[in-house]
């Protein structure tokens, strides 16, 4: 069958894992797949105009919660063109909250509900032999006026076996368009699935279930080679915690060491998971940045969150960082129910006593699949799917109104997030041009820094390729 596979635009500018990692099954399956990315500019522009040139079978979407109005909006396009090819939507919002979604938006046919790499073949092999779709699992449909849902699936074990994701996006597009933090060619990868512990705001223990998998430290490095021969210089691992198991993570430094393998790299951790041995071994194999989800400064906050942690655990992972001279940044959220000015002027006032290299303020949301949505649920909160976005505040928390929310995270742009180090990573960006398309995405970098600040470079430069 001809499959299309869909990435909705997003703020984040991350690869489309979610959906690169279903593209080698579903070839191995006998499948020709087509990723339509719209996050790349140029995609975006005129994605419509596949579906009229271009034999198409099935169509899968990936969409969050942010997302799932444009996941929408996309699948009533292509049904204008195609009314009968199936869509189907996976994800978390997907995932969630199956019933709702097939009733609000009635250009999803299918739903694929947890990790769709076994679900979307079996899914496909059943359509294509005439067999009921009843029997698949992981999946919900509408059937006969009413919605059916399969059982659940259980979980993937081994994720070694998937062949290379990286082969199936813009690797070139998301080496220079990314949002790693570092300058050089940089890209971003995830190595584990779930997570053991229990911070009401995130769904991945939910996803995932609390179940925690990796990668072998072997397909790591594997992984690892492949990314370096395609001129990365810097890798980020997304993974929500990557220190789970010290134990794996001492292994897989060693093996860096051992095979000398130069590049830096960047991972996100928990403060009470990381001690000075971890984080100097993992210096000296190259790890120069580290992301901790710090979120308040406040105990009643960070226990309302459920994050486990306290304040000091947090300045003593700051402390170790800045001993072994390696960057951090630090994640805050503002706007929790209980929360009050004084609980935020907390969390700014040990912003500062932290000193992060870099941080990001974001206005907290209950997303589908978190404890705390449905404990506003309870409360007696109503979303709305246009509101729920990191960057607006929606809700009114503790003494404190929406616009005193909006200018609390203003304060804090002013205050932490400075241009730093500017001429080395002038330095870094000139070292990273290996080519023609080089000089144009540096080009294009400069520009949009200059146009920020400088009127006239607004319409200066467009970019190369995009």
């Given amino acids: 069958m001809n499959i299309t596979l869909i990435q909705p635009f997003t703020m984040s500018c991350e690869p489309p894992i979610s959906l690169a990692v279903l593209i080698g099954p579903l070839k191995q399956a006998g499948h020709e797949v087509r990723l339509i990315d719209l996050q790349i500019p140029h995609v975006r522009r005129n994605w419509e105009s596949f579906f009229k040139s271009e034999p198409v079978d099935f169509v899968g979407i990936t969409a969050m919660t942010p997302q799932v109005m444009q996941a929408d909006e996309i699948a009533q ?8 090819v199936p869509v189907v939507l996976g994800g978390v919002h997907a995932t969630f909250l199956p019933e709702q979604t097939l009733r609000e938006f009635s250009a999803f046919d299918i739903l694929i509900m947890g990790e769709g790499e076994h679900t979307v073949v079996e899914l496909l092999s059943n359509m294509e032999r005439g067999k009921p779709i009843a029997d ?7 059937s006969n006026g009413s919605i059916t849902i399969t059982s659940s699936r259980p979980r993937i074990l081994d994720l070694d076996n998937w062949p290379n994701h990286h082969e ?66 810097d890798i980020m691992f997304r993974d929500s915690t990557f220190v789970i198991s010290k134990k794996w993570v001492h292994e897989f430094c060693e093996k860096i060491l051992q095979q000398k393998l130069k590049f830096r790299w960047g991972v996100q951790a928990r403060v009470e998971l990381v001690d000075f041995d971890l984080l100097s071994h993992m210096k000296n194999a190259g790890l120069n940045k580290v992301s901790f989800g710090v979120e308040s400064g406040s105990q009643k906050i960070l226990d309302f969150y459920g994050k486990g942690i306290t304040p000091r655990q947090v300045e003593k992972a700051f402390e170790v960082c800045r001993k072994l001279r390696i960057d951090t940044e630090a994640y805050f959220m503002l706007g929790a129910l209980p929360e009050t000015r004084e ?22 949301m209950p997303l589908p699949g978190s404890e705390l949505y449905q404990y506003y649920i309870d409360q007696g909160y109503h979303f709305n799917y246009k509101d729920i976005h990191s960057g607006k505040a929606t809700f009114p928390c503790g003494d404190i109104t929406l616009d005193e929310i909006e200018e609390m995270r203003m304060k804090w742009k002013r205050a932490f997030q400075r241009k730093t180090r500017l001429l080395a990573r002038g330095i870094n960006l000139m070292k990273g041009i290996r080519t023609v398309s080089d000089v144009k995405h540096a080009c294009y970098k400069v520009s949009k820094r200059l146009k920020r600040h400088i009127p006239i470079f607004s319409n200066t430069f467009e970019k190369g390729g995009a």
């Fill in 77 to 84: 396009k292509i049904k204008a063109i195609l009314p009968d």
């Fill in 136 to 142: 698949v699992k992981g999946i919900a449909y509408r």
């Fill in 168 to 233: 199936y996006y813009d690797f070139d597009f998301y080496i220079h368009n990314n949002s790693c933090g570092y300058t050089e060619k940089c890209v971003s990868t995830v190595v584990s699935r779930g997570c053991p512990y229990n911070c009401r705001f995130c769904a991945t223990k939910n996803f995932w279930t609390m179940k925690y998998i990796s990668k072998s430290t072997d397909a790591v490095i594997e992984e690892v080679r492949y990314i370096l021969n395609r001129g990365v210089k």
């Fill in 343 to 364: 609980d935020m002027e907390l969390t700014y006032q040990f912003a500062k006593k932290l000193k992060p290299t870099t941080s990001r303020v974001f206005l907290f």
